[in-house]
C-alpha cells in the first residue's frame, strides 16, 4: 500500500510512521509528505528519510479553500496514494476533497473523541478537570473529528497540569498508537484497538 502523510508543523507523528514503514515487514510504504506551510519543520524530517516532500502554501489562497485543495492534489494524485494519513494537519478539508480519499484517509486527534472535537484540547481536558486525556486514531469523514474510531490511547492527567505538559504526555503515546493503527489499516483491519 501507497502511503502519503500531511502535516503541518513539527510532525513528529508522521516520523513514527515513516520509521515505523521503513523497518521492514510492513504492508505500506511512505511515497510523500505534503504541508500547507512551506516552513513545516517536518518537511525535513521527511526528506531526511527519504521521502518525497511537497508543500502548498496556504496562504497564497487566501481563503479560496477549493483553490487550495486544488492544488494540495496535484502533488498528492502524482503519488498514487492507497492511503491518506493527516498528522498534525491544521487545515480542515472540505467534503470536496475528502470524498476523493472515500475512507482511505485517517487522522490523529488529541483528545478522547467523542470528547473535545477541534483545537485547544489539552486546556478544555484540564479545564473541566477530567481525570484523563489522550488521543484518537479516526478514519476521516466529511463531519470534522468524528469518523469511526480505529484506536484511542488514555493517559491520566495529572494535578497540577498545563497543557503543554499533558500534550507531551499525551504525543509520546500517540508515537506508539499511530503507527499499530497504520499497520492494520494498511492491512485491511478496521476493528477498534486501544492502547
Ligand atoms: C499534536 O498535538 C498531535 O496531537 C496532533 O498534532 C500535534 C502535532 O503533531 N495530531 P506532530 O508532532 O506534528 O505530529
Redesign the pocket.
Known amino acids: 500500500k501507497r502511503v502519503a502523510i500531511l502535516?503541518s508543523?513539527?510532525?513528529?507523528?508522521?516520523v513514527r510512521l515513516v520509521q515505523d514503514m521503513q523497518s521492514g515487514d510492513h504492508p505500506a510504504r511512505p511515497v510523500l509528505v505534503a504541508s500547507n506551510d512551506p516552513a513545516a519543520a517536518?518537511l525535513a524530517k521527511a526528506a531526511a528519510l527519504g521521502v518525497p516532500t511537497a508543500a502548498v502554501d496556504h496562504r497564497a489562497y487566501r481563503g479560496d479553500r477549493a483553490a487550495f485543495e486544488a492544488a494540495l492534489l496535484e502533488p498528492l494524485l502524482d503519488a498514487r496514494p492507497d492511503i491518506l494519513c493527516l498528522?498534525?494537519f491544521m487545515r480542515i478539508l472540505t467534503p470536496g476533497f475528502i470524498n476523493r480519499f472515500d475512507s482511505r484517509m485517517i487522522n490523529?486527534?488529541?483528545s478522547l473523541l467523542p470528547k473535545y472535537p477541534g483545537l485547544h484540547t489539552h486546556a478544555r481536558a484540564i479545564t473541566a478537570g477530567d481525570a484523563e486525556a489522550g488521543?484518537t486514531v479516526h478514519e476521516v469523514t466529511t463531519e470534522l473529528d468524528s469518523g469511526p474510531i480505529l484506536g484511542q490511547i488514555r493517559v491520566p492527567i495529572k494535578a497540577g497540569d498545563t497543557p503543554d505538559r499533558l500534550?507531551a504526555r499525551?504525543?509520546e503515546r500517540?508515537h506508539r498508537l499511530y503507527p499499530l493503527i497504520l499497520r492494520r489499516f494498511a492491512a485491511g483491519i478496521r476493528d477498534r484497538v486501544d492502547l
Open positions: 502535516i508543523g513539527g510532525g513528529s507523528n508522521m517536518g498528522a498534525g490523529i486527534h488529541p488521543a500534550a499525551v504525543l500517540e
